[in-house]
């Protein structure tokens, strides 16, 4: 089942966007908005925010009609940001481990794409097994990465309004700061969650100045939050959008791996070189079935888990959010997925009956695998800056 978010107890619910039907109500919502009784501001909650351990924000909509009825600036919240980090390591962070492993993932699978495509006449068997070789390294890193996607969506943070430091005379959050450089450390999220810290329930006064959350923050039992952090799961069933998504992509890799098992040196008879009818015996048959078949029904998965990733954070089903980190993510998987599924089709026609297979194979297989794969390298560095900064605007 799904639970309810773990937000501080004067956060009263507003409105919710749920992700199929209003109706199902037992369903994580997609966005929830909030209002903070104890400073008087509109808190908006996101589902793959809730997810990968990224706070609350200020509702940006209540910004701007603060700043239209010419509200002064002191009194509207805001969010002050630190320096942004464009690589680095949270070894506590499950967010980043699943980010990381997708780009080296991706990297393999660049490399894959160039040895294929731009040597495309390289056909000794050292050169030929080196190109099945980083494929099944790049399955593998995708097949680990989506276990943890999945893994992380059984275990959301479940902290709303985790880790912000207030200036409550300025009405600013501050990103706290990061003793040992990591973010990470604020998230010890292998194995365990963080107790809930929720603030002061009482308005904040003009006296307060820079309060930690630790400090000024006491957990409290609430009837919109778990006092007590749940257990870690590796395994389980969760109502939310995220979950399944990332059960199709887990999907997907499972397919994908089989894939690049079967395509490693030995694994299946050798293949001919030649295309057409009379390569229709049982050995083209298993590399039909089991090496470009498993890839055209793992490359979809990729696909419509990166379009419910979209969804997750658009408002509407039809209105793209492409300035949303989330949006960004889902996008570039789509391309990726889409890549690697014509890259199948192709493989499929060459070992049939087309009359001049090494066309279809370069143009169509090869390049398809090149494309898709810098796309995925896209769409996996992103989610990479996303989980090194936070506070972003996701």
Not at 19 to 48: C, G, I
Not at 137 to 162: C, I, K, Q
Not at 190 to 209: A, D, K, Q, V
Not at 272 to 290: I, K, N, T, Y
Request: net charge positive; glycine share 10%; aromatic share 14%.
């Amino acid at each position: 089942m799904a639970h309810p978010p773990r937000v501080p107890h004067h956060w009263t619910p507003l409105s919710r966007n749920t992700p199929f039907s209003d109706k199902l109500t037992q369903w994580e919502p997609r966005e929830q908005l909030y209002h903070d009784e104890a400073r008087n501001v509109r808190m908006r909650w996101s589902s793959r925010a809730h997810r990968k351990g990224i706070p609350a924000k200020p509702d940006e909509e209540e910004a701007k009609k603060q700043e239209e009825k010419g509200l002064p600036s002191h009194e509207r919240w805001s969010v002050r940001h630190t320096k942004v980090r464009w690589w680095g390591c949270d070894w506590g962070d499950i967010s980043w481990w699943i980010a990381a492993l997708f780009t080296f993932g991706s990297v393999w699978w660049c490399i894959n794409g160039i040895l294929a495509f731009c040597y495309f006449s390289q056909t000794s068997p050292s050169f030929t097994n080196t190109e099945a070789a980083t494929a099944f390294l790049g399955g593998t890193t995708f097949l680990a990465g989506g276990y943890l996607g999945w893994v992380e969506s059984l275990n959301p943070a479940r902290d709303a309004d985790f880790a912000w430091e207030v200036e409550e005379e300025t009405k600013t959050l501050i990103e706290p700061k990061r003793p040992d450089r990591s973010l990470g450390a604020n998230r010890k999220h292998f194995g365990s969650h963080h107790p809930l810290r929720t603030p002061t329930s009482s308005p904040p006064t003009s006296s307060s100045h820079l309060r930690s959350p630790s400090t000024s923050r006491p957990p409290s039992p609430t009837v919109t939050s778990h006092s007590e952090p749940p257990k870690w799961r590796w395994y389980g069933y969760e109502r939310s959008l995220g979950y399944v998504a990332n059960s199709i992509q887990l999907f997907g890799a499972t397919a994908f791996e089989i894939s690049v098992l079967c395509g490693l040196p030995g694994v299946l008879p050798a293949s001919g070189s030649e295309g057409g009818p009379e390569q229709a015996g049982r050995s083209e048959g298993l590399w039909v079935g089991l090496y470009w078949g498993m890839q055209v029904l793992g490359a979809p998965c990729f696909a419509i888990a990166g379009a419910m990733f979209c969804y997750e954070v658009q408002k509407k089903w039809w209105l793209p959010r492409p300035l949303k980190i989330g949006w960004q993510i889902g996008f570039w998987n789509i391309w990726g997925g889409m890549g690697f599924l014509f890259s199948g089709i192709f493989g499929i026609w060459r070992q049939t009956s087309l009359s001049n297979p090494e066309l279809y194979q370069k143009w169509g297989t090869t390049f398809s695998t090149f494309l898709g794969s810098w796309f995925f390298l896209i769409g996996s560095y992103i989610q990479l800056w996303e989980t090194l900064n936070k506070r972003s605007d996701v």
